[in-house]
């Protein structure tokens, strides 16, 4: 039986429709994603829901408030975490949002990416398999299983609705 840790991960669109908000985590020399672009997110706190999850780590990672937001799939990640820990994240598109977004947060600089550009950023080699999924208007919803271990993927198995 798993227990995950259930997280959050978003992706932030620009005004533009072209671009979406990446960190590129290089501020601590720790960290298990150190010089990975990703989305925002983390993990869902007890007593929280997931979009009020959501919405609290953009506003700590990001500074902005959500106004409008899509659930557009699923993550299970056996095996993802440093001593094997499963993780299970619902992934969001963010379609409109108000602030100021910071030049950077603590885990490194804040940038907007073109999305069709995504595949070229140095990230997590299991993200390459469900990220065209995330910004793909023809796919309802996504609900997808990338088993890790020793920090690689080991497959990818995928329901598109």
Not at 79 to 93: K, R, Y
Not at 120 to 149: K, N, S
Request: charged share 25%; net charge negative; hydrophobic share 35%.
């Amino acid at each position: 039986m798993m227990t995950p840790i259930l997280t959050t991960l978003g992706f932030v669109l620009h005004p533009d429709g072209q671009r979406v908000l990446m960190v590129h985590r290089v501020a601590r020399p720790d960290d298990d994603q150190l010089g990975k672009y990703n989305g925002l997110g983390g993990k869902v706190e007890p007593g929280e829901d997931v979009a009020a999850g959501m919405r609290r780590e953009l506003r700590e990672e990001a500074r902005i408030e959500v106004d409008s937001m899509r659930l557009r799939g699923t993550v299970s990640w056996p095996g993802f975490g440093p001593h094997g820990e499963d993780h299970f994240g619902l992934v969001f598109v963010v379609d409109r949002w108000h602030g100021v977004v910071p030049e950077a947060n603590e885990e490194g600089p804040l940038t907007w990416e073109r999305i069709d550009h995504l595949a070229e950023l140095p990230m997590w080699e299991g993200d390459r398999y469900f990220l065209p999924l995330v910004f793909d208007e023809g796919v309802g919803q996504f609900h997808g299983c990338i088993p890790y271990e020793n920090g690689r993927p080991t497959g990818w198995t995928c329901t598109v609705l």
